[in-house]
């Protein structure tokens, strides 16, 4: 089984026309944000070859990030869309209010600026979770469920720090009094925040990834 263990920052005009040939082969990886966000794991890619991936402990994979093993082939990982919730609002405050709630409980968020019929919009996007959608609803926010690339932003002091992919970008969840959130790979960190109720890569701006259109 190949092994892929280093990520490309820069490609090479040879490396993008090697991707192009391997997305019409279906020869890349269509990873959701639960594996995007662990440093080794064993996943199939799209044609149905078994690999694996043993990267440092560099950050969560993002949609169009380009992996390479140590013979020089390489495997491109795309966001695959999932199931998530839309949050948008009737102004921008409203919307800043919420986006501190679901941060203030350290919820992965991810943010999409878009414009319809001339007009700039503003949504949060967040991974399923009812306990969250009823707090805001209660705020007055509207919510939705979609499915979308789930492409939520990085810690502010890491290097190539998150960047909204559009429409596209799962922690378990527990409800009892509390709502417990838990991280990737085997250093786990966990933040539980109690809850006064008792319970548990449309359009798309984003950059098209190598060897392939946003349609795909």
């Not at 491109?76 to 405050?93: L, N, S």
């Not at 941060?103 to 979770?129: C, I, T, W």
């Amino acid at each position: 089984m190949k092994i892929f263990n280093t990520r490309l920052s820069t490609l090479s005009d040879t490396q993008k026309a090697q991707l192009a040939e391997q997305y019409q082969a279906d020869d890349y990886l269509l990873l959701d944000f639960d594996t995007r966000q662990h440093s080794r794991f064993r996943a199939i890619t799209v044609s149905g070859e078994a690999v694996g991936v043993d990267l440092p402990r560099t950050g969560v994979l993002k949609g169009d990030d380009v992996l390479i093993n140590a013979s020089g082939e390489l495997m491109q990982v795309i966001a695959k869309p999932q199931a998530v919730t839309k949050v948008t609002a009737a102004d921008d405050f409203l919307l800043m209010k919420g986006a501190y709630h679901l941060g203030n409980r350290h919820v992965p968020l991810m943010f999409d600026h878009s414009f319809e019929q001339g007009k700039a919009g503003y949504a949060l996007y967040f991974e399923n979770d009812h306990v969250l959608a009823q707090m805001l609803e209660n705020l007055g926010l509207h919510i939705e469920s979609t499915s979308v690339p789930f492409e939520p932003e990085t810690g502010a002091y890491q290097k190539g720090q998150g960047h909204s992919h559009g429409h596209s970008h799962s922690h378990a969840h527990s409800h009892s009094d509390s709502h417990s959130h838990k991280k990737n790979d085997s250093h786990d960190e966990s933040h539980s925040h109690s809850h006064s109720h008792g319970h548990q890569h449309s359009h798309s701006h984003h950059d098209a990834p190598v060897g392939r259109s946003n349609d795909g």
